[in-house]
């Protein structure tokens, strides 16, 4: 005889109130490094490990899509950079719309692990449990991308993994989402320019939406869903 | 009319003869020809004599002590010479065109054998002689043993003929048994002497004769000949050997039964019934999982005589209890089930050895992705495979339904007892039904979907147009026989009258569709439930009685069933139609399509030995009866060092349940016996001639007392 019912009724609700109230639990996210316009540390630069900043017209820059939340730019020089908590980070690439609200109320998800370390995949399997409850959003995962809209593709899409994935988006009926999660899938993120794997899904699918992160926190992929569903408004990418 | 019997055999012997003095290159012709000519003539007598119920009898010739051989065709052998002609004229041309595929042996002698053996197939349904029926019986068990070796040695023939002569010795007996009875050779006789035998005799020749024909029927527990035999029978001869000569174990069943002995004991339906449920079952199961097409077609026909048998018991049941309506619907559904199975093994016997012939390969694991490159075998064998499946609008549907509805009618007989039996029955034909459709499912998606699993299939091509017309001719047959039921049960009700003296056509087939009279004659709530469901549709333009089965039962039975094959496959097409319409006006506006590949998982490129084999497919099975199947499974591990695996190896070999509790037993119990019988042969010459002369004292001494 098990338990769980009155177990449950005694727990009560633990998903998160997220988008209906704002999220503000210590932990949710990784958080990401802030640049202020005063700043202008060239030794901010050499410590960045995936160029994440640069510099351009003589600006520092933070390139948020390539940033692994490392720390080394908060901890390691002198002028240490601010943090900021939030994870609103999804933007539309340029030209791609959210789904039109007749799509818009329940999308169906084929998640393909083009080649991640696993951790951008753990991420986005959380958004099942009950802490982040995605079903209460209308979002389900599905197996097979015959039932899907949204292709979610997280790691750097190695050599073995880009056929299974092209085929995987040629099989989805339209109207068709794609969704870019992690720094990997964005970018190639550590694996940039390596011979094993492409510099990220843009290289070989139209990407409609980029989620950043390394791993970027469930609550950051929920968000790239609600926008992706025309739910929450969000910034336009400019690239 | 009558000559036509007579023309029959002529053409069959003429062929016999061309073929013995014309050059070899044109037997095979000749005997394509005379076969299936002769079976349009048998056909169009049997029919005849069916239809203007007229019986035909002729004494051949005297025998001193024995009295006149004669041979007679009543309605029951019109019946089985119908399935016969059915399955004799494209299996005649089927074997003319694959008896070249039968390599190191004399193909116009074994050509000859195949004719002489349809002959004496005939020969058996209609001889009314006990000594002429022995006669042709044991002949044409010897041609079968001939035709199954086809010139080669092999132990599933000398099997066949050691259990068939057993068989036959045990029909010799219960024929002797009747005749001392009745004290007379010929069937009139026996039949004429029916009232005056005793309760003992007639347990004793029903056991004899149901285990002597049920031998060459195939029911359990002497069927382990079937699978071993048929498996190694060249695919020319192979459809007609189990299309017609199964038949004739049923035959005997049937005519023993319903002819020579009273139908007073319940206890004779009531084994029948469960003999033959049960044998459907153990026959299924095994077909489901064998790896050879051939085998699985023998196992499925073990199954389809179970059924059959099942049917007749039931029948048999009711006869004895006074319901004589249900017990002609009984007998109809087993006759007309004998018939579809006639012709659909037939056809899928032929696919199944046209796949081993061109292929050259046995085993369903090796074939698949058959259908691109034979395109019209795998349509006739798709065919068969849903007739053997009970789908409509195909002809085992109906048979099937009609055995299951009137396995229910089990609700107007009085006995528990008897009623428990029909419950096991029915369940366990229930069972059946599935389990065929998973077994055929398998059988045909692993030999003609998917991809090809080895190499020789390459090169495999479509066969001649003369091979696949006999196929095309069965597929034909069978359709209709599905599509018509409603013309084909006051058909066979004509050979079911004699037997049951009531008839099953005006309770199966009512007649007031095209004929005012009957309709206001019959109680008006009976005409208004079935006009709703549209039985009188078409009454004033179709022919014949209607397209509808149905029966409604009387107060105290409140069975009521209706089915129309006819009107499925209206429906069928209707729906079709329109299935097609809609997608084609969803798609007639502006629309783009896209060409892809199918979703496949995302696999680079798919090898046959990933795909589904046709163990995988059957593993289920296997496990859910593995209580009764008891395989042997053996787990072989390579290890390096003590922990450390190279391979784990598991085996799995099947013993058929019939070969674990008969066939081995026996065997070893003949074994010690001869052990027991060596040890007199001592070779002193003084110990024979003790046993000289110890023989003689005991004769002398029997004689002395008689
Ligand atoms: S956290 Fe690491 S990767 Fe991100 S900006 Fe700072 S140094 Fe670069
Ligand atoms: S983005 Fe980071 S967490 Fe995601 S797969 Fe790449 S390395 Fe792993």
């Known amino acids: 005889m098990s338990y769980w019912v009155k177990k449950g009724l005694k727990t009560g609700v633990v998903s998160t109130r997220y988008p209906k109230q704002e999220e503000t639990a210590s932990g949710i996210t990784p958080g990401l490094p802030q640049i202020t316009d005063n700043i202008n540390s060239d030794d901010l630069i050499s410590v960045c490990p995936t160029r994440a900043i640069h510099k351009t017209d003589e600006k520092l820059l933070l390139e948020s899509s390539l940033c692994i939340h490392c720390y080394r730019c908060s901890r390691d020089t002198k002028e240490p950079l601010s943090w900021s908590e939030g994870f609103e980070w999804a933007s539309f690439e340029k030209n791609s719309t ?5 799509f818009g109320h329940s999308l169906h998800i084929c998640v393909v692990d083009s080649g991640d370390c696993g951790a951008c995949l753990n991420e986005t399997k959380l958004l099942n449990s009950p802490l982040y409850n995605m079903h209460r959003l209308g979002f389900f995962i599905t197996p097979s991308p015959r039932k899907a809209d949204v292709l979610l593709v997280v790691g750097a899409v190695t050599q073995q993994m880009k056929g299974a994935l092209l085929k995987a988006y040629e099989a989805m009926p339209t109207p068709k989402k794609v969704m870019a999660v992690g720094t990997c899938a964005l970018s190639g993120g550590v694996f940039e320019g390596g011979f094993i794997a492409e510099n990220g899904v843009s290289s070989i699918l139209p990407v409609d939406i980029t989620v950043p992160g390394c791993p970027p926190p469930p609550l950051a992929i929920l968000h790239g869903l609600l926008s992706l569903a025309g739910r929450k408004n969000i910034k336009r990418g400019t690239k | 009319m009558d000559d036509l019997l007579l023309i029959s055999f002529l053409i069959y012997i003429a062929g016999i003869v061309a073929i013995l003095v014309l050059p070899k290159n044109m037997s095979a012709k000749i005997a394509g020809i005379s076969g299936s000519v002769g079976s349009v003539a048998l056909l169009s007598f049997a029919l005849h004599s069916l239809f203007s119920k007229t019986i035909y009898t002729a004494s051949l010739w005297m025998i001193p002590n024995i009295g006149y051989l004669s041979i007679r065709v009543d309605y029951l052998s019109a019946f089985f010479l119908i399935a016969t002609a059915i399955v004799t004229l494209p299996a005649s041309i089927f074997a003319s065109t694959r008896v070249s595929y039968i390599k190191e042996s004399n193909n116009s002698f074994l050509l000859v054998l195949f004719l002489s053996l349809i002959i004496f197939v005939i020969l058996v349904l209609i001889s009314s002689n006990i000594f002429l029926f022995l006669l042709v019986w044991e002949v044409m068990s010897i041609l079968i043993y001939l035709l199954v070796n086809s010139g080669k040695s092999e132990r599933a023939g000398y099997i066949m003929l050691a259990v068939g002569e057993t068989g036959t010795l045990a029909i010799a007996i219960a024929f002797l048994l009747l005749a001392t009875n009745a004290k007379t050779l010929s069937f009139e006789g026996l039949e004429a002497s029916i009232s005056s035998l005793s309760v003992g005799m007639q347990w004793s020749v029903f056991i004899l004769s149901f285990l002597g024909f049920g031998i060459k029927g195939g029911l359990i527990p002497f069927n382990f000949w079937i699978s071993r035999a048929y498996s190694v029978t060249p ?22 039964n319903a002819n020579f002995l009273p139908m007073s004991e319940v206890g004779f339906g009531v084994i ?45 049941i009711f006869l004895t209890s006074g319901h004589k309506v249900a017990a002609s619907m009984a007998l109809v559904a087993s006759l007309y089930h004998l018939l579809n199975h006639s012709v659909f ?19 369903l694991d090796k074939l698949g992705g058959l259908l691109k490159r034979m395109p019209w075998t795998g349509f006739f064998v798709l065919i068969g495979v849903l007739s053997i499946s009970a789908m409509p609008p195909f002809n085992g549907f109906v048979s099937e339904w009609l055995t299951l ?40 998606s692993m030999s003609f979907l998917g991809m090809a699993r080895s190499k020789s299939i390459e090169k495999t091509k479509e066969v001649t147009k003369t091979t696949l017309a006999p196929m095309a001719l069965l597929a034909i047959v069978a359709f209709l026989l599905g599509v ?32 005012q009279k009957v309709a206001d004659k019959l109680p008006s709530g009976f005409v208004n439930d079935f006009h709703n469901i549209g039985a009188q549709v078409g009454k004033n333009t179709l022919y014949g009685r209607g397209v509808v089965v149905m029966h409604r039962g009387g107060k105290d039975n409140p069975v009521v069933f209706a089915m129309s094959t006819s009107y499925m496959l209206i429906t069928f097409l209707i729906l079709f139609g329109l299935t097609v319409g809609l997608v084609w006006l969803l798609v007639a506006r502006k629309r783009t399509v896209v060409y892809k590949t199918r979703w496949d998982g995302g696999i680079k490129n798919l090898l046959p030995q990933m795909t589904y084999t046709a163990s995988g497919f059957a593993q289920p099975v296997r496990v859910i009866f593995s209580t009764i199947l008891r395989s042997n499974i053996s787990n072989q591990k390579e290890t390096a060092s003590k922990h450390f695996r190279l391979s784990i190896k598991q085996e799995r070999q099947e013993v058929h349940l019939i070969d674990r509790l008969v066939l081995y037993p026996l065997m070893n119990f003949a074994k010690k016996l001869s052990h027991l019988l060596a040890k007199m042969h001592s070779g002193k010459i003084n110990t024979y001639a003790s046993y000289a002369i110890l023989t003689l004292l005991v004769f002398l001494g029997i004689s002395f007392y008689m």
Do not use: Q
């Not at chain 2, 459809?239 to 035959?251: C, E, H, K, R, V």
């Not at chain 2, 093994?345 to 085993?363: N, Q, R």
């Not at chain 2, 006995?415 to 069972?431: E, T």
């Not at chain 2, 066979?492 to 007031?512: C, E, H, K």
């Open chain 1, 98 to 102: 959210p789904f039109s609200s007749t």
């Open chain 2, 272 to 316: 029948l019934l469960i003999v033959g449920s049960i044998t459907a079952l153990i026959g299924i199961l095994y077909a489901t999982i064998e790896d050879n097409f051939k085998t699985i077609l023998a196992h499925s026909s073990i199954e389809n005589a179970g059924i059959i048998i099942t049917a007749f018991g039931a029948s048999m």
């Open chain 2, 235 to 256: 695919t020319a001869f192979i459809p007609f050997i189990a299309g017609a000569t199964l038949n004739l174990g049923l035959y005997g069943i049937i005519r023993v």
């Open chain 2, 484 to 515: 018509l039921p409603t013309f084909v049960i006051p058909t066979i009700d004509r050979a079911v009258y004699p037997i049951t003296s009531a008839s099953a056509t005006t309770a199966l087939v009512p007649p007031f569709f095209n004929n």
């Open chain 2, 405 to 444: 509805e009137s396995l229910l009618r089990s609700v107007e007989l009085a006995s528990l007892g008897v009623k428990v039996s029909f419950i096991i029955a029915g369940v366990l034909l229930a069972l059946t039904a599935g389990l065929t459709v998973t077994c055929f499912t398998r059988a045909f």
């Open chain 2, 345 to 363: 093994k037939t056809l899928l016997f032929m696919g199944a050895g046209v796949i081993e012939d061109e292929s050259k390969t046995k085993s």
